[in-house]
């Protein structure tokens, strides 16, 4: 493989792995405030809408960000916003451990949108990998703390695929700005978040709290976007996946959401096979490729 090409993919693996360690905090962000879900997602993203904002502005990037916005833009940012709908009213409805685990699904969905949409194969050792996190998964899911709300664990599943979606997109047009779509789907959600809930009602002490977690919502969203284009969408997914394991035992060092034998054990399955999934083959030799021709570059 090319040096410019390794380079490119170490550069994806550490984006990726970066925004599934800042996404692994929402859980402990929307549970530790009393705010309704409406109300975190206005300030959420108020606060990550004009960070990112500010952020192209101050690197002199806006205005080439603001031409390159067209419809494909405008089709990611829409499905942000969807996912984010979804994302905080789903750790409102159940557990942290939960909506991680469900979230885990996300290499299977990305997967499948990408061989249908893309015609893209995953490597074998990915496809295989991502088996092995689903039985990670279901192995949390057999023990108590995987038992949740059907609403909240649906909300979870919408926005599992959502953000499937935005990966596969990112991987169809590499070329689409990162950091514009993200604070979009924030403005988007704005007016349906006012309609539907007091947000000037937030207790003035939570604000600050809010406010950070916008910040943490646009670090994380931009560099999964950055990840997303120099990498194959299964394999984003997948990577993405390490929130599982890390969002529970952050609800259990802040929160005291103590998670069971069966969530330490998935979520330790699930380590595994990422890890597992970053070993490239051996020099001379090649993975046997899936099954699904490939005709994307």
């Known amino acids: 493989m090319p040096a410019g090409l390794v380079q490119r993919r170490a550069a994806g693996v550490f984006l990726v792995v970066v925004s ?3 996404f ?3 859980g402990i962000f929307t549970r530790s405030v009393t705010a309704a879900a409406w109300a975190v997602l206005f300030w959420r993203g108020l606060a990550a809408a004009g960070l990112t904002l500010a952020y192209l502005a101050v690197r002199g990037q ?6 390159a916005f067209d419809r494909r833009a405008l089709l990611i940012a829409v499905l942000g916003a969807a996912g984010s709908a979804a994302f905080i009213p789903a750790f409102k409805l159940s557990s942290v451990a939960n909506v991680a685990l469900i979230y885990a699904a996300a290499p299977f969905a990305a997967a499948g ?3 249908l949409t893309l015609h893209e194969r995953p490597r074998r050792r990915v496809v295989l990998a991502g088996l092995a996190a689903l039985g990670g998964v279901a192995v949390i899911v057999s023990g108590p703390s995987g038992q949740g709300s059907l609403a909240g664990d ?5 926005m599992t695929l959502m953000m499937a979606a935005v990966m596969t997109a990112y991987r169809k047009w590499p070329g689409v700005p990162a950091a514009l779509p993200n604070a979009a789907a924030s403005l988007l959600l704005l007016p349906v978040a006012a ?3 007091p947000v000037a009602e937030v207790p003035a002490a939570e604000m600050p709290l809010l406010i950070l977690f916008g910040l943490v919502f646009a670090v994380a969203s931009v560099t999964l976007c950055e990840g997303a284009r120099r990498l194959p ?3 984003t997914a997948l990577l993405s996946a390490l929130e599982t394991p890390l969002a529970p035992l952050l609800a259990f060092l802040i929160l005291a959401e103590r998670p069971g034998l069966e969530t330490l054990a998935g979520g330790a399955v699930i380590f595994t096979a990422v890890l597992w999934a970053q070993i490239p083959p051996a020099r001379g030799r090649r993975e046997a490729p899936t099954s699904c021709p490939s005709r994307f570059p």
Request: hydrophobic fraction near 70%; include cysteine; proline fraction near 0%.
């Open 62 to 67: 806006l205005a080439a960000e603001v031409r």
């Open 20 to 22: 599934a360690a800042v």
């Open 233 to 235: 969408a299964a394999e």
């Open 154 to 158: 649906g909300l979870a599943l919408f």
């Open 24 to 26: 692994s905090s929402a």
């Open 195 to 197: 309609a539907c809930t």
């Open 113 to 115: 949108l990408a061989w």
